[in-house]
């Protein structure tokens, strides 16, 4: 008998232990899920409008004029102007996104998506002489924004500062 009572004892404790592996892993889980779902956020740092190479390309120089320009692409970022030689001012715009996501208080915080996008544009006396545009970053980005974009979703104009 005292060999059925040993049995019957060792099958009691595999069943305990086993509800209380379980018991164990839902924990885990549940500490992972709450930590995890607690500090995560998501967000995005928009500066300035989209720039679309199809309007860059329709700047000529010695041809395209200042109210062409501002027409075009509104007001830009910041003007400067050469007091060596007067008449002369270069216009420019940017346009940035970044996409962050954040885990925890701020244990983990990274850019996910990146785009930046350089346009100078120099004039004197109000025609355009030279003009430069350059993109960096996430090219597949800069689709999905040209899609946003003709689909009528606007983007924010936050003035912000390079």
Do not use: W
């Amino acid at each position: 008998m005292a060999k059925n009572g040993a049995a019957f004892d060792l099958t009691i404790k595999k069943k305990e232990f086993k509800m209380y592996k379980k018991i164990l892993i839902l924990s885990a889980i549940l500490a992972v899920s709450a930590l995890a779902l607690s500090g995560c956020a998501t967000t995005r740092n928009i500066q300035g409008r989209p720039i679309m190479s199809s309007s860059v390309n329709k700047i000529i120089n010695g041809v395209t004029t200042k109210r062409e320009i501002l027409s075009m692409y509104g007001p830009p970022l910041s003007i400067s102007k050469n007091i060596l030689k007067p008449g002369i001012e270069t216009y420019k715009y940017r346009f940035r996104y970044k996409k962050y996501v954040h885990m925890g208080d701020e244990i983990l915080t990274s850019a996910t998506r990146k785009l930046t996008e350089k346009l100078n544009i120099t004039f004197k006396h109000d025609i355009v002489i030279a003009h430069s545009f350059n993109t960096q970053g996430n090219i597949s980005l800069k689709r999905i924004l040209r899609k946003k974009n003709k689909s009528g979703v606007q983007s924010q104009n936050n003035a912000g500062s390079y």
